[in-house]
């Protein structure tokens, strides 16, 4: 199940799924011109858009360098070879992978807020999204716990307890790991939008 083939097969199905579920079309500034599709019939200045295979995606060679570790090996595969705006998968809005200066742009919110990232990043915890519901809790991969057992599980973190008390607080544990929560999602479990 670890292996590389797996990766790459489990990330085309999971985009394909996705790209299958239409997407909730976007404003201008919010999605670069090479992602766009066409305007949208309910609002003509919005645009409908896919996730979209990139030969190359510069940016996340600097991106790395800043990080205490790898991303999992699903997430990477999905951020390497596909570029998208943000997207909501069940209680995840995803960061977007564009390498244009969109607001929710991974590259630029895993550093954004000041206090909350680097307390993020020197305690192990990779954000790559924030709560669907726009709450402000980082959304992240967890360290390895502390029996080893687990690496890499999705959890939702109190930014309150970061911001004010400088401590970490798991509000919720979305899923074991990026692979089994792209499982699910091609399941159906998950709404996408």
């Not at 544990?173 to 159906?188: D, N, V, W």
Request: with cysteine; net charge negative.
């Amino acid at each position: 199940m670890g292996n590389a083939k797996y990766y790459e097969e489990l990330v085309r199905e999971f985009v394909e799924y996705l790209n299958a579920q239409s997407f909730k079309p976007k404003a201008p500034d919010e999605i670069p011109v090479d992602l766009r599709g066409s305007a949208s019939e309910s609002m003509p200045e919005w645009f409908t858009w896919k996730i979209l295979a990139g030969a190359d995606n510069p940016w996340l060679a600097a991106l790395e360098q800043k990080l205490p570790r790898r991303y999992p090996p699903a997430f990477y595969k999905l951020i390497s070879r596909y570029r998208f705006c943000d997207f909501e998968v069940g209680p995840i809005m995803f960061f977007a992978n564009t390498g244009d200066k969109v607001f929710y742009e991974l590259a630029q919110r895993v550093f954004a807020d000041k206090h909350m990232s680097p307390f993020l990043l020197r305690n192990g915890y990779l954000q790559f999204g924030q709560p669907a519901s726009g709450n402000y809790d980082p959304i992240c991969f967890a360290p390895r716990d502390l029996k080893g057992k687990h690496e890499s599980r999705i959890v939702q973190l109190d930014h309150e307890q970061i911001l004010i008390n400088d401590r970490i607080k798991i509000t919720a544990e979305i899923s074991a790991s990026i692979e089994e929560f792209m499982e699910r999602t091609i399941r159906g479990e998950f709404e996408v939008s």
